[in-house]
């Protein structure tokens, strides 16, 4: 894939996606290449946006929130697995490959999870995932969280984050800078005016790059933060 075809897409490692999200890289790289644990081959749980054909894993703007999801589901103790099998199912009945990040998966997402299932002769399984979701609105306050500071576009699919609220004026959207997190009101990269502001002062660097002070203040507390989240 050419950078190109990049735009509109956005580009993150799994490093930068584990900063974002505060998931291991590890795991996020395991999520979307698959791995093999003693003679059993699991496959990826959805293919990346993006290829570049040089043997890393990389992430577009929506597997950076399909993984948003997927990682809450598997906290919760749903294996990684058994998210994947709901996620074919789910590709298949919201028409999108990446279906649990879309504004739909919001109210079809419990009954494409309990179909998903398939029971043993005890039904253990399933009466776990029932414990889990044994009425609507607990599944809604699963989700409901993560939706909250995503726009979405005309199909349902994300098309911007705002990671700490829209009030911090921080936003992740694929269409600018490649999918870094930007100051909105400038388009500058956070880590950019973050860096200034430690290195040059907050009056210096908002003179500099023609910005709110508070604008610095905001780039730099979310930068900390993300530093803190990948030391974690």
Do not use: C
Not at 8 to 32: E, F, H, Q
Not at 165 to 184: A, C, E
Not at 197 to 208: C, L, M, P, S
Request: without cysteine.
């Amino acid at each position: 894939m050419a950078n190109d075809n990049l735009i509109g897409i956005g580009l993150y490692t799994p490093a930068d996606a584990s900063r974002l999200l505060g998931v291991p890289a590890p795991k996020i790289i395991r999520w979307l290449r698959g791995y093999n644990k003693g003679d059993h081959e699991y496959q990826p749980l959805w293919k990346s946006q993006v290829e570049l054909d040089d043997g890393h894993v990389y992430l577009g703007f929506r597997d950076l929130m399909e993984a948003r999801i997927a990682n809450k589901f598997i906290s919760l103790g749903i294996s990684a697995q058994r998210v994947r099998a709901a996620i074919q199912l789910a590709s298949d009945i919201i028409g999108d490959t990446r279906p649990l990040s879309t504004n739909q998966f919001r109210t079809d997402g419990r009954s494409i999870f309990l179909r998903s299932i398939e029971t043993n002769e005890l039904g253990h399984e399933r009466e776990q995932l029932l414990n889990l979701f044994k009425r609507q609105y607990e599944f809604a306050q699963i989700i409901e969280p993560l939706l909250k500071g995503i726009d979405f576009d005309d199909t349902g699919a994300p098309s911007t984050w705002w990671p700490v609220g829209k009030i911090k004026k921080i936003l992740i959207d694929p269409k600018r800078s490649f999918g870094q997190p930007i100051d909105s009101d400038s388009s500058v990269p956070t880590a950019i005016l973050a860096a200034a502001g430690r290195y040059q002062g907050v009056g210096n660097a908002a003179k500099v790059y023609g910005v709110s002070q508070s604008s610095i203040t905001r780039a730099m507390d979310f930068e900390t933060k993300m530093e803190f989240s990948a030391a974690a």
